[in-house]
């Protein structure tokens, strides 16, 4: 690819607009924070949030994004269903996704997994240990054997979700839970990680080891070749035919 990796970072936006906690600590928004970081990595980056028109992800956009991060919370049902479909496309037609934290109830990633991705949850601030489970993937390069978010909301298990094709991520909580916190699928051309450390309320986004799984998610989910266009479905007229077995001349 001879472009700079084309990524678009959309954010629900609307808990950083009022004034509180969560705009203390992300007083541009979410998006502001993963964009900032994401230019720094070299990627030509764009934002989108929902209040836009078409959320900001028109058919332009799209055609103009290698991979889309999402984060939202509290207005999943306030995504149009024809946006959803316009993103579904993009991807089968091979745009990554990274999909962050609360976005495992999003439209677009129930939609992509076919499941509920119901998990169960808890909001005390414990210490979270993500342990990297398969390290030879490239959402695992540079980080250790495992790293800690000192203070999270605990996502755990039983979560809702196909299996993954790699689970890369296995979190374990303080109060004793365990949770598929990096999962990585391929949906018909396009790739999709989900990745959950990153609550509204808590300086997750800041970490340096948080800021390098999204920037190896962002760098693994880019289309291979470009354009990305979708899987055609085509009909091979007559079949194919059998090629007749000839014997072999024994000498
Ligand atoms: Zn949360």
Redesign the pocket.
């Known amino acids: 690819m001879s472009h700079a990796l084309r990524v678009t970072v959309w954010n629900e936006f609307r808990h950083e607009r009022h004034p509180g906690k969560v705009r203390d600590v992300y007083p541009n928004g979410i998006h502001a924070v993963l964009a900032e970081m994401l230019s720094k990595a070299g990627c030509a980056v764009r934002t989108a949030t929902l209040d836009e028109p078409d959320h900001g992800l028109t058919e332009e956009v799209l055609a103009e994004t290698d991979v889309l991060t999402w984060w939202g ?1 509290m207005a999943h049902q306030e995504v149009e269903d024809r946006i959803v479909d316009r993103v579904q496309r993009r991807v089968l037609e091979g745009m990554g996704l990274v999909v962050l ?2 976005g495992h109830f999003s439209k677009i990633f129930r939609r992509l997994m076919g499941t509920s991705c119901a998990l169960t ?1 808890r ?1 005390m601030g414990e210490r979270e240990r993500v342990w990297v489970v398969a390290p030879s993937h490239p959402v695992a390069a540079g980080l250790g054997e495992y790293f800690e978010v000192p203070h999270s ?1 605990m ?1 755990g298990e039983p979560f809702d979700i196909p299996a993954p094709d790699t689970l890369v991520f296995v979190s374990w909580f303080q109060g004793g839970e365990i949770f598929r916190s990096g999962c990585a699928y391929e949906r018909g051309r396009g790739k999709i990680f989900y990745f959950s450390p ?4 808590l300086p997750i986004y800041y970490q340096p080891e948080v800021q390098q799984v999204i920037t190896n998610a962002v760098r693994w989910a880019a289309p291979l070749g470009w354009p990305a266009i979708p899987t055609p479905s085509t009909r091979i007229k007559g079949g194919h035919r059998p090629v007749p077995i000839e014997p072999v001349q024994s000498e």
């Open positions: 919370h934290h609360s949850w909001e909301e996502y990153g609550h509204e309320t």
